[in-house]
């Protein structure tokens, strides 16, 4: 008999036929005890937070002028809760059952359990019940207290079933009246939005309820084997080998990865300073190169099988006393004493590559690969180590696949300098010491004026002006993401501001937001709030993201279609040299693509060149986007561009980037033209 057997078998324990000393039968009756008490705890936590809960409702309620339904629904809820308390203090002898229990009190103690369980379930059901009234106390949820009355409703009945994981229908029970009372009055206000919102109260009901009965096999199947240890306990031999084992397992566990055997990243820290501390330590950081694809195109248990394979191959290929760790993902470490195994840092990187990019089972050669970070110098620390390795380890793959790269003086200058990025970039925010530039995009004509690109400019006090790639970076390491974010969406708005006072509101401001800050990030919510508080204009703003977003669709198109919804422009970047398909262009909301830079420098020289932006534009054309061509530098490029058509301009030859004061003359002269 299994516990799903049992399951729909309630209330009782016994099955058809069973004798008073099943052991099937006594398991699962010490399954239940541990279950009542579970419940017993859980609603002695819940219920003060249920009457306060109720108290504020009373509070809004006197508040709205509804304080006599409000004190009268209290009196009720109030007692429901004493009652529930009252059967959680009541003694049950069910709760005394043991599993060396003779076989008349186990019976007797099983029919104790079952009852109680039963008393409570109902008990919480009049509870619920009780909540299903509370919308008397806001009109049905159409007054103005109703987001205050839904959030506690969801609140309450979410709260219910994160605390009553143990027995199901306890939560479940109290859950179902509020949520139905709920969704019924939402469906007879007769609104679009109130139907919606009343059908996403039916499935958070559905999901909660689920949630409920998953708890509940888990707590079961968790009490199932904790009985049974128990029941071995009393065999001392058995016992003693089972429990050897078992902390034997969890210890293993503990420090090495299920699926491949290695040490993982906590079994790796620990072994790895006992191992520094023996001699003179060299790690390597490797990375694997083609993994993601391996994983898109053949599933994930080919993947899993990959990195069992790679897994074998490291430890093949590891000198003697070495260590081999699976930190996480598609990357691994290696740790060993290059003095006393006689094998160098590069020859060991070497083999590593060369064991790797041997071909897999199941696809083509040359797939997968790995790039190596390597530190071969004494740090203070292993963590010191391993974050000097892992910017050797970014330096490699930033070169190309299959490579290896030993953290040297300049790398360690890198470091240093994204490290003062990270710390000094809060204060820079704070005291407003980056910069916005804008570029200019022009028409065909290349003197119209239809839009200008923010660009962030940040000149570091010490170390001078800061690439934008490594200003991205340093923030979202430090974690203001969301910080330089909205410093850039105002100084845009600023601009959009300076353009329509000189009656230039047809010239469209575009911003970058990179695929992490829209993965990430609320960047919908922000903009769109941003625009509605300065009562700007959507269409004035443009998006700029790049075809790696692409990558992520499901993470990022919800926020890219509000925003389109909005009315705010959604242009693709570097369109041609990333991920893009025909499918994510219409997928990713663009309305703009913009021909990346090395597709248009040196265009008139180029006969390659020219088709790929001739099928750019065309591909614009038939698909309704409007396109640019960045990079424009020369003159003739200008002319080639001019002559196939291309509808809009921007590059170095036309204007660079430049501060607001400084682009006070072309927007001067753009404003005749507007008149």
């Not at 000097?388 to 299959?402: F, H, Q």
Request: proline share 4%; glycine share 8%; net charge negative.
């Amino acid at each position: 008999m299994t516990l799903h057997d049992l399951e729909g078998r309630a209330p009782g324990l016994a099955a058809p036929g069973a004798t008073s000393d099943d052991p099937d039968r006594r398991s699962q009756a010490l399954v239940r005890r541990d279950q009542l008490e579970a419940v017993r705890r859980s609603v002695l936590t819940a219920i003060p937070v249920n009457m306060l809960l109720g108290l504020a409702s009373v509070l809004v309620a006197f508040q709205a002028g509804n304080g006599r339904a409000g004190l009268i629904w209290y009196a009720a809820s109030t007692g429901a809760n004493l009652l529930r308390i009252g059967l959680c203090r009541t003694a049950c002898p069910g709760l005394a059952l043991t599993a060396a229990m003779p076989p008349d009190m186990a019976a007797e103690a099983a029919r104790s359990l079952d009852g109680h369980l039963r008393a409570c379930t109902l008990a919480a059901l009049l509870s619920g019940l009780v909540w299903a009234f509370q919308p008397l106390l806001c009109a049905g949820y159409t007054s103005a207290q109703t987001l205050f009355y839904l959030t506690i409703t969801c609140g309450i009945t979410a709260g219910a079933v994160t605390h009553g994981t143990a027995y199901a229908r306890i939560p479940v029970c109290f859950i179902l009246l509020p949520l139905l009372s709920v969704a019924y009055c939402l469906f007879a206000a007769d609104g679009f939005d109130q139907s919606c919102l009343a059908l996403c109260v039916l499935l958070y009901l559905a999901a909660l309820s689920r949630s409920a009965f998953q708890s509940e096999a888990g707590f079961r199947e968790a009490s199932r084997l904790k009985n049974e240890a128990t029941a071995l306990a009393r065999s001392r031999a058995d016992a003693q080998a089972s429990a050897n084992a078992l902390v034997e397992e969890m210890r293993w566990r503990a420090t090495h990865d299920d699926l491949t055997g290695l040490l993982n990243r906590a079994g790796f820290i620990q072994q790895a300073e006992a191992h520094r501390n023996a001699g003179t330590a060299c790690l390597l950081l490797l990375d694997l190169d083609g993994f993601k694809s391996v994983n898109d195109v053949y599933g994930h248990q080919t993947g899993d099988r990959v990195l069992v394979e790679v897994a074998r191959r490291l430890r093949t290929t590891l000198p003697p006393g070495g260590l081999a760790a699976r930190l996480g993902g598609d990357e691994f470490a290696v740790l060993y004493d290059p003095s006393a195994t006689g094998v160098t840092y590069a020859a060991l990187a070497a083999g590593l590559i060369a064991a790797i990019a041997q071909p897999f089972d199941g696809f083509d050669e040359g797939r997968v690969g790995v790039s190596i970070g390597i530190h071969a110098e004494p740090e203070p620390s292993l963590m010191e180590m391993l974050s000097c390795a892992d910017e050797a380890l970014y330096a490699s793959k930033a070169v190309g696949r299959n490579r290896f790269r030993l953290f040297d003086a300049g790398l360690r200058s890198c470091l240093e300098m994204r490290r003062d990025l990270e710390r000094d970039l809060s204060h820079a925010l704070v005291e407003n010491a980056l910069e916005v530039w804008f570029q200019p995009i022009y028409a065909l004509d290349a003197r119209t004026l239809v839009g200008l690109e923010a660009l962030v400019r940040w000149h570091h006090p010490r170390l001078g002006w800061i690439s934008p790639p490594d200003l991205i970076a340093a923030a979202t390491t430090a974690g203001l993401t969301e910080s330089l974010l909205r410093f850039i969406l105002d100084r845009v708005c600023r601009m959009m501001q300076i353009l329509r006072a000189r009656g230039l509101g047809t010239v469209r401001v575009a911003m970058n937001v990179s695929p992490r800050e829209m993965a990430q990030i609320p960047v919908d919510e922000i903009v769109i709030e941003r625009l509605v508080t300065l009562g700007l204009p959507a269409e004035m703003l443009e998006i700029e993201i790049t075809e790696e977003t692409a990558l992520d669709l499901g993470a990022v198109q919800g926020k890219l279609q509000a925003i389109s919804r909005a009315g705010i422009r959604v242009a693709l970047d570097d369109f041609g040299i990333g991920y893009s398909s025909l499918s994510s262009l219409r997928q990713l909301r663009a309305d703009r693509i913009k021909i990346d830079r090395n597709f248009v420098t040196g265009l008139s020289a180029s006969d390659d060149k020219r088709g790929l932006v001739l099928a750019v534009l065309g591909l614009g054309t038939l698909l309704g986007l409007e396109v640019v061509a960045e990079g424009v530098e020369t003159q003739e490029d200008l002319q080639m561009l001019q002559s196939m058509g291309c509808p809009f301009l921007q590059g170095y030859h036309l204007g660079r980037p430049s501060p607001v004061q400084d682009l006070e003359a072309v927007l001067f002269a753009q404003q005749p033209q507007a008149a």
